[in-house]
T-cell receptor, first 114, second 115 residues
Framework: DGGITQSPKYLFRKEGQNVTLSCEQN?????MYWYRQDPGQGLRLIYYSQIVNDFQKGDIAEGYSVSREKKESFPLTVTSAQKNPTAFYLCASSDRDPVPYEQYFGPGTRLTVT | AQSVAQPEDQVNVAEGNPLTVKCTYSVSGNPYLFWYVQYPNRGLQFLLKYITGDNLVKGSYGFEAEFNKSQTSFHLKKPSALVSDSALYFC?????????????FGRGTSLIVHP
């Protein structure tokens, strides 16, 4: 998990509330990613960013929003529009293309919405 | 388009025996292939990758993977399994054509090593 921190590790929220998950990296990576992990479904991409002030939707962006104001930070907001937000959320970073660099992952945040 | 399949949800092996975790892929061009490991309630850790060159790739913790272009496979192997190898393993692929640099991950294979 070295170099990427996610906080908090566990997060509990009531339905209808927005919640922001933190992701910080000190690896000097240009690219950052947010994934959602559900049992038996692997990793699904929510948003990604290749450079500061730019980000792109992934496969399941509905109900989520992000910002990339600093190279080191890529916070994810889970909005009340997300139908089923309870999941394990993983942030990752990598050097930017065109070389196919591996991704470095944070320890994850487990979000429970009731 | 790129896709990856991990045909086994779970692999069981006795400690000391060789292990194989299977991965097959589909790409339009040439593949970039990755293996990651995830321990419970943790993030993924990179094990190894194939970009080009030798078909046998060596990685962390004694793992290796063999790239087979004709069978479109990239199976993860280890000669002698340890109980501590028990974890969730993910294969990922990127296509060198199409312009996307985002990898596609498989669903994961749970490896259980029995003492």
């Amino acid at each position: 998990d070295g170099g990427i921190t996610q906080s908090p590790k566990y997060l509990f929220r009531k339905e209808g509330q927005n919640v922001t998950l933190s992701c910080e990296q000190n690896l000097n990576h240009d690219a950052m990613y947010w994934y959602r992990q559900d049992p038996g479904q692997g990793l699904r991409l929510i948003y990604y960013s290749q450079i500061v002030n730019d980000f792109q939707k992934g496969d399941i962006a509905e109900g989520y929003s992000v910002s990339r104001e600093k190279k080191e930070s890529f916070p994810l907001t889970v909005t009340s529009a997300q139908k089923n937000p309870t999941a394990f959320y993983l942030c990752a970073s990598s050097d930017r293309d065109p070389v196919p660099y591996e991704q470095y992952f944070g320890p994850g945040t487990r979000l429970t919405v009731t | 388009a790129q896709s990856v399949a991990q045909p086994e949800d779970q692999v069981n092996v006795a400690e000391g025996n060789p292990l194989t975790v299977k991965c097959t892929y589909s790409v339009s061009g040439n593949p970039y292939l990755f293996w990651y490991v995830q321990y419970p309630n943790r993030g993924l850790q990179f094990l190894l990758k194939y970009i080009t060159g030798d078909n046998l790739v060596k990685g962390s913790y004694g793992f290796e993977a063999e790239f087979n272009k004709s069978q479109t496979s990239f199976h993860l192997k280890k000669p002698s399994a340890l109980v501590s190898d028990s974890a969730l393993y993910f294969c990922a692929v990127r296509d060198d054509e199409g312009g996307s640099y985002i990898p596609t991950f498989g669903r994961g294979t749970s490896l259980i090593v029995h003492p």
